[in-house]
């Protein structure tokens, strides 16, 4: 268990809508990276929010938002789903912002799956 | 950005062979180098990491090589267990800090 937690575990939704996934840091880290896991795509970098703030920007679509919280959780919003949004989606947490400084633990991932 | 390219995608040996995933990268700022095992449907984990100031690092039967002038690196598993048998990411992490990652490979151990 890396102490990062994703809810939910499985998602099912249709086209066209909109879901949230969530995401716990470890307790003490402040950097939260998402990342995209697809048969044909490998594993994506999403996005990576440090105490709050936006760090970096990877290949995320303007459909897909993303926040952390001053509790330092974080969200990953997808809207106006498409049936190739259909994935792993894994969060990742590290004490520092840069990753030379620190260990990126995974959460177990979010499996959705658009129908 | 980064590029980086991983071989072989699928790697099958004999328990108790050698076995060494080789990954180039294109971007010469690159200066942190993880490599992650995933086993199915688990979560990515960190099994060894190098950084550009190290030529070779070792954690018992792991060991990961790097090459700056060539950039390259690869990671070697010997005495290899039924339980090595996962997928293997490398990835290379340049000015961003970002890791970019290699397709992965799949490992099979036959018994």
């Known amino acids: 268990d890396s102490g990062v937690t994703q809810t939910p575990k499985h998602l099912i939704t249709a086209t066209g809508q909109r879901v949230t996934l969530r995401c716990s840091p470890r307790?003490?880290?402040?950097?939260v990276y998402w990342y995209q896991q697809s048969l044909d795509q490998g594993l994506q970098f999403l996005i990576q929010?440090?105490?709050?703030?936006?760090?970096a920007k990877g290949n995320i679509l303007e459909r897909f938002s993303a926040q952390q919280f001053p509790d330092l959780h974080s969200e990953l919003n997808l809207s106006s789903l498409e049936l190739g949004d259909s994935a792993l989606y894994f969060c990742?947490?590290?004490?520092?912002?840069?990753?030379?400084?620190?260990?990126?633990?995974f959460g177990p991932g979010t499996r959705l799956t658009v129908t | 950005g980064e590029n980086v390219e991983q071989h072989p995608s699928t790697l099958s040996v004999q328990e108790g062979d050698s076995a060494v995933i080789k990954c180039t990268y294109s971007?010469?700022?690159?200066?942190?180098f993880p490599w992650y095992k995933q086993e199915l449907g688990k979560r990515p984990q960190l099994i060894i990491d190098i950084r550009s100031n190290v030529g070779e690092k070792k954690d018992q039967r792991i060991a990961v090589t790097l090459n700056k002038t060539a950039k390259h690196f690869s990671l070697h598993i010997t005495e290899t267990q039924p339980e090595d048998s996962a997928v293997y990411f490398c990835a290379a992490s340049e000015r961003s800090y970002i890791p970019t990652f290699g397709r992965g490979t799949s490992l099979i151990v036959h018994p």
């Open positions: 990742a947490s590290s004490t520092y912002g840069r990753t030379e400084k620190g260990e990126q633990y």
């Open positions: 929010y440090y105490n709050g703030e936006e760090r």
């Open positions: 307790s003490g880290d402040l950097s």
């Open positions: 971007d010469s700022a690159s200066n942190y």
